[in-house]
């Protein structure tokens, strides 16, 4: 199983300062067939579902401000959030689909300073 | 508008079973994969399953392989999860999620399951 690991576990952010979020893949998710990266970033705020950022590592969904970015390959992503909104605040979690089974990180807890 | 309704948890006993379901509706639900996950109280996500959009194809985490089936009525536009044996660590909110290229991009809200005697 590739077992993902993200870091900080959580983190306090003054609003308007720049948030960095590590994801790391105990193997690489790559895949060699369409040089695409199986990597996405999600969202999850309080009492509500997880909502997808980023997906080929770096590709926003339509509708997420562009204040978020998703950057890496092969075993080490990033996900950016440029300058912290106070809608920010929630559980950030990576998830790997290269292979089955699906897994995801444990999730980094982003919160206002 | 893309819309996934999550229906069936319940309190059981462990050693019981259930089916969930999910109702999709504002796409064409057979031109999709789709999956469930679930969140234990306080937890991350843990993806349990997920089925192609024909249903040909199916696939499991370990945790549910033996015990969980994955299905889906495609003239019905509903996904489902049956789940037997449930233990008292199935306790979850059991989400499903729309299957698409490179994401899971649509998510109902779930639905709680809780395995207690």
């Known amino acids: 199983d590739i077992v993902m690991t993200q870091s900080p576990d959580s983190l306090a952010v003054s609003l308007g300062e720049r948030v960095t979020i590590n994801c790391k893949s105990s193997?690489?998710?790559?895949?060699?067939?369409?040089?695409?990266?199986?990597l996405v970033w999600y969202q999850q705020k309080p009492g509500q579902p997880p909502k997808s950022l980023i997906y080929?590592?770096?590709t926003r969904e339509s509708g997420v401000p562009d204040r978020f970015s998703g950057s890496g390959s092969g075993t080490d992503f990033t996900l950016t959030i440029s300058s912290l909104q106070a809608e920010d605040v929630a559980v950030y979690y990576c998830q790997q689909h290269h292979s089955t089974p699906i897994t995801f990180g444990q999730g980094t807890r982003l919160e206002i300073k | 508008e893309v819309q996934l309704l999550e229906s069936g948890g319940a309190l059981v006993q462990p050693g019981g079973s259930l089916r969930l379901s999910c109702a999709a509706s504002g796409f064409t639900f057979s031109g999709y994969g789709m999956c469930w996950v679930r969140q234990a109280p306080g937890r991350g996500l843990e993806w349990l399953s997920s089925i192609t959009g024909t249903g040909d194809n199916t696939y499991y985490a370990d945790s549910g392989k033996g015990r969980f089936t994955i299905s889906r009525d495609n003239s019905r536009n509903t996904l489902y999860l049956q789940m037997n044996s449930l233990r008292v660590e199935d306790t979850a909110l059991y989400y499903c999620?729309?299957?698409?290229?490179?994401?899971?991009?649509?998510w109902g809200q779930g639905t709680l399951v809780t395995v207690s005697s």
């Open positions: 999620a729309r299957v698409r290229d490179g994401s899971r991009d649509c």
């Open positions: 080929w590592a770096s």
């Open positions: 193997q690489s998710v790559l895949h060699s067939s369409n040089n695409k990266n199986y």
